[in-house]
């Protein structure tokens, strides 16, 4: 499992929208960003704001009504190896143990390389339940054995929706430190939907801010800073209140 060159990805006026009874809804307007390879931009927005939506077209799920989404260059036409998603469920096969489950896209690719398998069970901690069922396994050991599923393909890009949203407090925080690990160890390219202002300024290296009905990219801000961070910086507290600010909640300041 060899380190991947970071995918670079670049969404150019891109707008979508979605047939909803009947009607055209625009949920993207104007959507314009580059993203460096190696980048951690972390998509911030209300519910609704378009995040998810955003995340697909860059997977190639969808399709943009206008606009072009290129990686290194070239036009997506479909989702590809280069660029894994992993959304807020695991989706863990039942009747495959956390190994199997974690090599399966290696065993469909036909590459069955067993070292891979294993250096990704040791990469997210999972030594010793690598012969566990799913049901066996807490929230945050099963978004473990998602992360691992995909590093195993060594991707270039890694698009993440939400991928803590449904882990308790505490294995969230645990599990923040361990994406932001397992990124630097890897150097893919990250890109992450949150509407936790606190989880994207301790983990991104880029905060893109969406808001508004159709979503558009509000605030950009750029954070330069080695983690392990502090949530209490005077510095990302500073950005807090700006993104706060941005999206429209003055009161929480
Ligand atoms: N497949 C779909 N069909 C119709 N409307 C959709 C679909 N997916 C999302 N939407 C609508 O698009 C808007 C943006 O949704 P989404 O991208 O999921 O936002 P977010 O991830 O920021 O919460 C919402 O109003 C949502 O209802
Ligand atoms: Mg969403």
Redesign the pocket.
């Known amino acids: 499992m060899v380190n991947a060159a970071p995918l670079s990805l670049r969404i150019a006026d891109v707008s979508h929208a979605y047939r909803i009874d009947g009607a055209e809804r625009t949920v993207l307007d104007g959507i314009d960003l580059r993203i460096a390879p190696g980048a951690f931009v972390a998509l911030l927005g209300a519910?609704g704001s378009g995040?998810?939506t955003l995340?697909r077209l860059m997977a190639g799920l969808e399709r943009p009504r206008s606009g072009r989404i290129l990686a290194d260059d070239v036009e997506i036409a479909g989702p590809g190896p280069d660029r894994l998603v992993m959304f807020q469920d695991p989706t863990l096969y039942p009747w495959r143990s956390v190994r199997g489950n974690i090599a399966l896209g290696h065993d469909i690719a036909g590459r069955g390389d067993r070292d891979a398998v294993e250096r990704a069970i040791d990469l997210v901690g999972l030594r010793g339940f690598e012969r566990a069922w799913p049901h066996q396994l807490s929230g945050g050991m099963a978004q473990r054995a998602a992360l691992a599923r995909a590093l195993v393909n060594a991707p270039r890009a890694l698009l993440l929706?939400?991928p803590l949203g449904k882990l308790d407090s505490l294995t969230r925080l645990t599990m923040q430190t361990e994406l932001r690990r397992l990124w630097e160890q890897r150097g893919f390219t990250a890109v992450m939907?949150t509407h936790d202002v606190e989880e994207a300024l301790l983990l991104a290296t880029r905060v893109v801010v969406i808001g508004g009905r159709p979503g558009r990219v509000i605030g950009d801000i750029a954070i330069d800073m080695q983690a392990p961070r502090h949530r209490d910086d005077a510095r990302l507290l500073g950005l807090r209140r700006d993104i706060l600010g941005q999206l429209g909640h003055r009161e929480l300041w």
């Open positions: 519910s995040k998810s995340l929706d939400e939907v």
